[in-house]
């Protein structure tokens, strides 16, 4: 069939008309060896299952989308781009943990400090610490302490988040730059502004204690005792925590759809009832977030203990970063303060890992209802 084509082909008349036209034949159309006859050869040929002309060179067939197969550079990009932030965190963080955790394992005081000696104890320090009776009594006191402040955060807090979520635009403008202002004192200033309204001769607190009516209270020393010692910085810590609880909360209700409160109120339900059954359900995962970052915020206060007294009066209101301060650089048992500092970075951990524990059980209920 291919050579009757081509000689199909050969046969037609070689010269053609004006303007390129092949010449007419003897009907007035077109010889079969024109254009037009190849066009005619071409659908009167049979055709292979195919579908081409038998002779004719094949098609390609249409190339289907290559798929996309990332390079290596764009698979490790991820990975490039957090390195930066690794490294810091391995040198900042990682290394100082691994410079202290050798030094727990050290008896390194100023003798051995001056000479550059290397006293190897084990775990000497972490068996005199573990079997001290003042260690357990710090850590339980630290423990009260955190809980006592964190429960008068998360509920003031929330409260005022409310009133914020209340309040019309002026007046919420200026509560939220005021609780912006206390947020934004540094730690110390706010200590020392504390040390003075609470002072003992020239202090403003007893002052008006003193104008309401209790005279006894005109000269009272609060760093004193270890309840009224541990009342002005609970007073302290709570002032600077209050503004993160409260914004972040007013900004969480924020989102909350506003039909939800039409429908509880349309069922007659009272504040109480709207809070507990649209608010606290929809911002559970707030209320756990904020109050495990309060735990270890809490936890681990320094500047504000150690500036009001100094875990004064008789260290009795040392908690686990004051003990470990005073035992490794108070007292010049370096390698005893390394190992208390480890003791209280195991309690945040194992406190993570009950945060984590919850979270993980709440993602698995909310999966269950869906």
Known sequence: MAAQLDDAVGKAAPGTGKGDAP??????????????????LSRRAPRSPAGRIPGAPARRAPRSPARHTPRSPAR???????????????VLLGWPMVRNL???????????????LTDWRGVGNYQEILGSEQ????????LVFTAVNVVLIMVLGVLIGLLLARLGKKMRLTLSLALVLAWAMPVIAATTVFQWLFDSRYGVVNWLLDTAGWHAMAHYDWVGTQLSAF??????IVWQSLPFVALNLYAATTTIPRELYEAARMDGAGTWKVFTSVTFPFLKPFFLA????????????FPQIFAVNQGGPDRLTETLPIYAFTEGVGNLHFGMGAAISLLTIVVLLAMTAYYLRLTLRQERQEENEL
């Open 76 to 90: 490790h990009t991820p990975y490039l781009l957090l390195l930066p932030a690794l490294l810091a965190t391995a």
């Open 23 to 40: 010449p007419a034949g003897r009907d007035g159309g077109r010889r079969p060896g024109g254009r037009g006859g190849l066009r005619a």
């Open 290 to 301: 904020t109050t495990f970052l309060e735990i270890i915020w809490v936890f681990k206060a």
């Open 231 to 236: 009342s002005v910085i609970t007073v302290l």
């Open 135 to 142: 260690f357990w009594r710090v850590t339980l006191r630290t």
């Open 102 to 116: 050798l030094l727990s394992f050290q008896n390194l005081n100023m003798k051995e400090l001056i000479q550059h």
